[in-house]
């Protein structure tokens, strides 16, 4: 089985404020049904209230992010899925309850980990 990464930067869920709760409720329903099937691995959403940091090999830590990340918010998901089309599937699943597009994302397979 392939882990996938399913992901959305905040922006993209341009939804009304009236809308929130239910679009929630969707999101919270579609991972539910991942749990359920077992497919679900973790996922959460990226707190844009603390600051990312720069952590060096040596230790140091900066208070700044690559420039390519520096825009890394939103949410996300991991699933463990037996195919690329299934995920395709679990992704447009969760595309519809948040109402964005998800950006769909294998990662490698690693025996270590």
């Not at 990312?52 to 890394?72: C, H, I, S, W």
């Amino acid at each position: 089985m392939t882990k996938y990464l399913v992901s959305f930067p905040a922006p993209a869920m341009d939804i009304l404020d009236d809308d929130l709760a239910a679009v929630g409720e969707a999101a919270h329903a579609v991972i539910r049904e991942a749990k359920d099937a077992g497919v679900y691995v973790f996922g959460g959403g990226i707190n844009e209230d603390v600051a990312p940091l720069m952590v060096a090999a040596d230790g140091t830590v900066k208070n700044e992010t690559y420039p390519q990340t520096r825009e890394f918010d939103g949410g996300f998901c991991v699933l463990e899925l037996p195919s690329r089309e299934a995920a395709v599937k679990w992704a447009a699943k969760i595309a519809q309850a948040c109402r964005c597009p998800q950006e769909l994302r294998e990662f490698q397979y690693d025996p270590e980990s």
